[in-house]
């Protein structure tokens, strides 16, 4: 038995049969080596347009620095000879507030062209970020979206263009109005913009969609006008909207407008108020739906239609106004699992 576990890269790469690609990436350079100090890290430059953003908890978690963990950071230069953080951003924090002056900062610097715009400075930057952390790191979704913005990527630009049009935001993304409204779950409002509702071939299709998923959102706003949440009442943080729920609303509102008929449909808009709701809240309901693929469908269902159903009995209503089986089967045989009760097998 072969015990001795060291090993070369060559020995790596044909033991595990790696296949070989020679060469290069064509029109790309090398990363220059520089070694920092003191003042020069204080002063480098963070483009919070495509960086994620500093997490104060996780750099007190790290206590006085070590520098061990002072691993080279990738920096960029622009044409004006400012540095740039690409990745290594909390690296340079720790170094900053340490105070001490006397110890090396590594840097792999990539140098932009002398006729280099900022707007082809910041494109080329968020690629190189989007690379390092997409293959070496985990990056969240938003991160994804708003380094995306950057360089022109079609499903981020939609994204921020559908945050913009509904008037939220999510950490500093989005709409940059002072009354937008703080996404809480922003994964859950990436599958409704981009699978559920992605960018039309046309701009009649698009603004259509677009139009659906305010419909949602003031639906969200009758039902919820008084929640802690929603008005922050509760905090100093921002007025904030659970982004299940806001996917749960939009289901609502296209439920209303197709599958109701003009009685049902009055009836039901007028349940969609905050009184009807104001025994629970939007925290509490969140949980209840989760996150998961059918959390629309499980609040349509749980959500609205089951204490719908339980209201219109404690209050003695009957007649052709009312949602029963026969609706919902014909519902499922016109859309499909569009509008089916995940709780239910089919």
């Not at 499903?155 to 935001?169: D, G, I, P």
């Not at 989760?290 to 007649?319: E, M, Q, W």
Request: hydrophobic share 35%; glycine share 6%; proline share 3%.
């Amino acid at each position: 038995m072969n015990l001795n576990k060291e090993r070369t890269v060559l020995e790596i790469v044909q033991d595990k049969q790696i296949p070989i690609i020679k060469g290069t990436v064509c029109d790309t350079q090398q990363l220059e080596i520089r070694i920092l100090r003191g003042i020069a890290v204080d002063m480098l430059k963070v483009d919070t347009i495509y960086q994620r953003m500093i997490n104060p908890s996780r750099i007190k978690k790290y206590g006085i620095l070590n520098p061990q963990w002072l691993t080279a950071a990738i920096l960029a230069e622009r044409p004006d000879g400012s540095l740039w953080i690409i990745d290594g951003q909390n690296k340079a924090v720790l170094y900053s507030r340490s105070q001490v002056k006397d110890i090396d900062f590594h840097c792999l610097v990539f140098v932009h062209d002398k006729d280099s715009s900022v707007e082809e400075c910041r494109k080329i930057e968020a690629k190189i970020y989007k690379n390092i952390n997409e293959n070496l790191k985990s990056l969240s979704t938003l991160q994804k979206i708003r380094s995306g913005v950057v360089f022109g990527d079609p499903e981020s630009c939609w994204v921020e263009r559908v945050m913009v049009k509904l008037n939220l935001t999510s950490q500093g993304f989005g709409s940059q109005k002072k009354d937008a409204l703080e996404v809480l779950g922003f994964n859950q409002l990436h599958i409704m913009a981009t699978k559920e509702f992605p960018c039309g071939t046309n701009e009649l299709i698009s603004s259509e969609r677009i139009s659906k998923m305010k419909s949602g959102l003031e639906i969200y706003k009758k039902m919820w006008a008084k929640d802690p949440t929603f008005t922050n009442s509760t905090s100093k943080k921002k007025p904030s909207i659970f982004a299940n729920i806001l996917r749960g609303c939009v289901l609502v509102g296209e439920f209303n407008e197709n599958v109701l008929k003009n009685g049902q449909s009055v009836n039901f808009d007028n349940y969609l108020k905050w009184e009807n709701f104001q025994f629970t809240n939007t925290k509490l309901v969140s949980k209840m739906i989760g996150g998961d693929g059918v959390s629309a469908k499980r609040f349509l269902h749980s959500g609205v239609l089951d204490p719908y159903n339980i209201y219109n009995t404690n209050h003695g209503f009957t007649g052709a106004g009312l949602i029963g089986e026969e609706t919902l089967k014909k519902s499922l045989v016109k859309y499909g699992q569009k509008f089916s009760n995940p709780q239910v097998r089919v």
